[in-house]
T-cell receptor
């Protein structure tokens, strides 16, 4: 049962334009959502997060939107830069006795074209 | 502030052997968790430790085990290695409580031949 889904395996965007990465989840107990960027053979790098009590969080070029009724979140990158080319994972966590457990989507490979 | 440190970065083992991977969390972080990444299964949660106690465990066989020391450093062990255990093993740490960001190390690449 895939509780977190990223339905687009890949996305290609022109440099300077907006990149929008999408993520859907099924578990209504998830209360914290994160986006990570990952290069091959490296660990995921934290980008931005959002709590379920918010619907938007912004950090520089990165903005995450959360639509709880639709169980959907998205990451917007504006403007997109060549260095943004990587695999992006969304992840979600639910409070389980304070334990920290992330459920990841399958990832979306973002390619920024010059 | 140093990040999450994992050792070794790369290793090759033979089927049937066992392996131990080490992780030093970010200073002050008491929660340490482990993940496995494979091309087919993506990033899968293995287990999480806090104050030397395993708080949560993923759906992996008993060959996968771990522990945490009093200084929050953690190790994971895989016994009787199988070819399918070849993967990138990631350690992550976070401060106490939910809603805290989880930071990952660079990972340990394990190849089983």
């Amino acid at each position: 049962d895939q509780q977190v889904k990223q339905n687009s395996p890949s996305l290609s965007v022109q440099e300077g334009r907006i990149s929008i990465l999408n993520c859907d989840y099924t578990n209504s107990m998830f209360d914290y959502f994160l986006w990570y960027k990952k290069y091959p053979a490296e660990g995921p790098t934290f980008l931005i997060s959002i709590s379920s009590i918010k619907d938007k969080n912004e950090d520089g070029r990165f903005t995450v939107f959360l639509n709880k009724s639709a169980k959907h979140l998205s990451l917007h990158i504006v403007p997109s830069q060549p260095g943004d080319s990587a695999v992006y994972f969304c992840a979600a966590s639910a409070p389980i006795q304070g334990a920290q457990k992330l459920v990841f989507g399958q990832g979306t490979r973002l390619t920024i074209n010059p | 502030k140093a990040g999450v440190t994992q050792t070794p970065r790369y290793l090759i083992k033979t089927r049937g052997q066992q392996v131990t991977l080490s992780c030093s969390p970010i200073s002050g972080h008491r929660s340490v968790s482990w993940y496995q990444q494979t091309p087919g299964q993506g990033l899968q949660f293995l287990f999480e430790y806090f104050s030397e106690t395993q708080r949560n465990k993923g759906n992996f066989p008993g060959r996968f085990s771990g522990r945490q020391f009093s200084n929050s450093r953690s190790e994971m062990n895989v016994s009787t290695l199988e070819l399918g255990d070849s993967a990138l093993y990631l350690c992550a740490s976070s401060a106490v409580g939910t809603g805290n960001t989880i930071y990952f190390g660079e990972g340990s690449w394990l190849t089983v031949v």
